[in-house]
Each structure stands twice: as structure tokens, then as C-alpha cells.
């Protein structure tokens, strides 16, 4: 098999076990509450953590990388990830449960953007697109599968069980790193900018932490403002500090190069709204509509469905529209069925949010591959970990906002009803106005050139 196929496949087996987790997960979030005795709006702090955890680790991933070689850095962070799997499923309480969640989210941060960088290093700018595409592939089986896995085993076992799943999951994905992934290193390697991955991670963890919990007395209000400041102040002075040295952990001079920037900056504003989506869905299903698990899960499952099937067309709409009106075109039918979810009713027909979830998952599908691929389109081999790091950095602090956004939304909307328990009406409300907010990521599209990306997608802009 081809490089081309192989090493997606590879980096695939631990994308496959990070979004089956978080799939499976977002289904069983009202069983966990239950279970934990706390509110399910407050099991973000789950969710947040992981994403922040993430966001933290992520931009020193290309620099280890580099220095000590992407094979062994990619087999220790499976091995990180299975271990604090196995920890969740054994924990007492919430607390515990968001400690975990920061470890996997380490281990994670080291997995797929390691990947990642062996992917664009080894595979010919020509084959990216079906190369990303053979990478989401298999990834996407995650979300296929973990809603109705994961609802199955809420529903007529233990949500334990879904945490402890990740073990075989990891062994299997250990093996195949150690028997096709190639250990590239590079022999000149700077020294890590240790202050700015301090100023850096810590500043946004802080901030976007801080608006996760302030207003919901998980921890004092004083406190929660003052992570606020904190982190804003840490955040301006990295900006500061990138200005100053020679090898910043975030480069952000590589915003210069125009598709990485928009992709960037229009990716945040449509991975807000759907970085909501997993959170916002199966919370209105169970709580608002009193479905269970395992009915919510079979549901979800078809925008997965969805997304993968979409993955097989990707490489042909490109090559047929291009970056720039396809980002515009399919970014506007993303939110509008974003917003249809808000539609939704306790007595809706089951097959009728299954299609719309269905068609939904296939425009986020293509918007994603879309943006993943085209941030990548005009940076130099050289410049791959330090690109590579931004953009994920960026990609994975945009989910954590969108969860914090939906949460933000409910919690609102519940209050000015003054209710004690969330409803269908809340849900309602938040999916509208994240869907919104991600019309947003349009209008930088725009300012993209008929021909950008062309060395990716073979388009040819027509005069």
C-alpha cells in the first residue's frame, strides 16, 4: 500500500479512539450528571478541560517532534491518552473526572497533530487532498459508531464502560505506529521557547477556562475573574514576546501567508458554532425531549453518516468550484442546517432530524476538509511544525470556545425564563445564535482569490 494510504490509515487509529471518545461522551452526559450528582450544563467543564488541555500542549507537539522524532512521540501519547481512559473510568467525581480529561487532552495534543506533520512531510502537495481525506476516513467511523455504542452502553450497562473501551483501541493503534509510522527528526532543531509556551498556553487555557465558569459557582466569582485577567494579561504579553525572539513557540509572522490566515480566522468563527453542535444535540434530546441514551445516539449518528460519506466527493467539488466559492457556498449551507437543529420538536419525526443531521453532517464534512487542507496550501516544507502548531492551536481553542458559547447560551436563556431546568426553547435559542455567530466566517472567505489553493484542488479560476 501506498504512502498515500497507509500512513492516514495509521494516524487514523488514533484519530478514530480521540473522536470516539468524545462522541460517546456527549451522549451519555446525562447519565454521568446522574451518576456523579452534579447539573449535565456543568459537565462542560469535561468537555472545556479536554479542549484546553489541548490547546496548552499543542504548540510544543511539532517542536518535540522534531527534536526526539515523531514515531516516539506519537507511541507515548497513545500510551498517555489509553492510561487516562482507563483513569475516567474509575473516577469518583467530577473533579476527578476533569483532572483526567486534562490528561487525555495531553495525550491527545501529541497524537494527531505529530500525525499530521508526518502526513504533509511525506505526501506530495497534489495527493493532500486525498490524503487528508483517507486520514478522516476511518477517523470519522468514530462518530458513526459512538453515539449508538455509547447510548447502548449508558442505556443497559455502565458509562464506565465507554472510557474503558479506549484500551484495546490504544494497543491496536500502538501497534501500527510501531510497524508503518516512519520516525522523521530534524537535525537542527532551536531551542524550545519555553516562556512563550507558558505566556502562550496558560494565557488562553486561563481565559477561555475562566469564562467557562464564571456566573455558575463551580468556584468563586473572584477567582473566576481573576483567571479572566490573568490570562488576558499573559496573552498580551506573548504577543509581546513573539515580537522579540527568533523561534516564538506560536509564530505568528505565518499569518502573513493569506490562506493560512483565513483559514485560521475564518475557521475559528465556523468551528464555534460547530464545536456546539456535539454538546448542544444530545443534552436537547435527552433532556429537553426525554429520549435516552441509546435513541439519542442512534439519531446523532447519522450527521457521522453523513460527514463520512461526503469525504469520498471532497477531492471533486474542489477540483470543480475551488476553495473560495466552495468555503462561501457550503460555509452558508453548514449554518443554515446548524439553525434547522434548533427547529426540532418532541414531536418531530425521527426520520426527519435524521435527514436534516444527515445533510448537516455532510456540509460540516466538507467545510472541514476544506479548511484543513487549504491552510497548508501556500506554507514551505520548512515552515510545516510551526504552521502545523498554530493552526491546531487555533482549531482546538475554537471547539472549546463553542462549547463555552452554547453553555453560556442555555444558562442565559434559562435565566431569563426563570426557570430551574433547561427546555426545549433554550436549546432552541442556542442553536440559532451559534449558527449566527458562524455566517460570521463568510465575509473572510471572501477575501480569498479565486485561485487559492489551486496547487491542492487542480482548480482553474475562470476570468
Known amino acids: ?14 484519530l478514530f479512539m480521540e473522536n470516539m471518545d468524545g462522541t460517546v461522551i456527549a451522549t451519555s452526559l446525562p447519565a454521568i450528571a446522574a451518576d456523579l450528582g452534579t447539573n449535565p450544563v456543568s459537565l462542560k467543564l469535561a468537555f472545556t478541560t479536554y479542549l484546553l488541555s489541548l490547546t496548552v500542549f499543542l504548540p510544543i507537539s511539532g517542536w518535540l517532534a522534531d527534536k526526539y522524532g515523531a514515531k516516539l512521540v506519537f507511541r507515548l501519547a497513545i500510551v498517555v491518552f489509553t492510561l487516562a481512559s482507563f483513569g475516567c473510568g474509575f473516577t469518583p467525581n467530577l473533579a476527578w473526572l476533569v483532572a483526567l480529561r486534562g490528561l487525555q487532552g495531553v495525550g491527545g495534543a501529541m497524537m494527531v497533530p505529530v500525525g499530521r506533520i508526518i502526513l504533509i512531510r511525506a505526501i506530495p502537495k497534489s495527493e493532500l487532498v486525498n490524503a487528508m481525506a483517507w486520514l478522516t476516513v476511518p477517523a470519522l467511523i468514530g462518530p458513526l459508531l459512538g453515539p449508538p455504542i455509547g447510548g447502548f452502553i449508558t442505556t443497559y450497562f455502565h458509562w464506565r464502560w465507554i472510557f474503558w473501551m479506549n484500551v484495546p483501541i490504544g494497543i491496536l493503534g500502538l501497534i501500527l505506529a510501531t510497524q508503518f509510522m516512519p520516525n522523521t527528526r530534524e537535525d537542527d532543531v532551536p531551542p524550545l521557547d519555553a516562556k512563550g509556551f507558558l505566556l502562550s498556553g496558560f494565557g488562553l487555557a486561563l481565559t477561555v477556562f475562566g469564562c467557562t465558569v464564571v456566573g455558575h459557582g463551580l468556584v468563586p466569582e473572584s477567582f473566576a475573574l481573576a483567571m479572566i485577567v490573568v490570562g488576558v494579561v499573559m496573552i498580551a504579553l506573548y504577543l509581546h514576546h513573539a515580537k522579540t525572539v527568533t523561534n516564538p513557540i506560536l509564530d505568528l509572522s505565518l499569518l502573513r501567508i493569506d490562506t493560512l490566515r483565513i483559514s485560521i480566522t475564518g475557521g ?76 426540532f420538536t418532541p414531536t418531530m419525526s425521527y426520520i426527519i432530524m ?39 492551536v487555533m482549531q482546538q481553542l475554537s471547539l472549546a470556545l463553542g462549547v463555552a458559547a452554547a453553555a453560556t447560551v442555555l444558562d442565559v436563556s434559562q435565566w431569563l425564563r426563570g426557570a430551574s431546568e433547561l427546555a426545549t426553547v433554550d436549546f432552541a435559542a442556542a442553536f440559532f445564535l451559534v449558527s449566527l455567530g458562524g455566517l460570521a466566517s463568510i465575509i473572510l472567505f471572501m477575501g480569498l482569490p479565486g485561485n487559492a489553493g489551486a496547487a491542492l484542488s487542480g482548480h482553474r479560476a475562470r476570468a
Do not use: H
Open 354 to 392: 435524521m435527514i436534516i443531521l444527515l445533510f448537516g453532517g455532510v456540509c460540516r464534512s466538507l467545510q472541514f476538509t476544506a479548511l484543513n487542507s487549504i491552510a497548508y496550501a501556500d506554507v514551505s516544507t520548512a515552515q510545516v511544525s510551526k504552521a502545523n502548531g498554530l493552526y491546531t
Open 1 to 14: 500500500m501506498s504512502p498515500t494510504r497507509i500512513l492516514p490509515l495509521v494516524i487514523a487509529a488514533a
Open 268 to 343: 475559528l468563527f465556523f468551528r464555534i458554532a460547530a464545536g456546539a453542535v456535539p454538546f448542544l444535540l444530545p443534552l436537547m434530546l435527552q433532556l429537553g425531549f426525554g429520549l435516552t441514551a441509546f435513541q439519542t445516539g442512534i439519531i446523532t449518528c447519522s450527521a457521522a453518516l453523513g460527514a463520512l460519506t461526503m469525504k469520498f466527493g471532497a477531492g471533486y467539488l474542489l477540483r470543480s468550484f475551488g476553495y473560495r466559492r466552495l468555503l462561501i457556498a457550503n460555509g452558508i449551507l453548514s449554518c443554515v442546517f446548524m439553525a434547522a437543529m434548533g427547529l
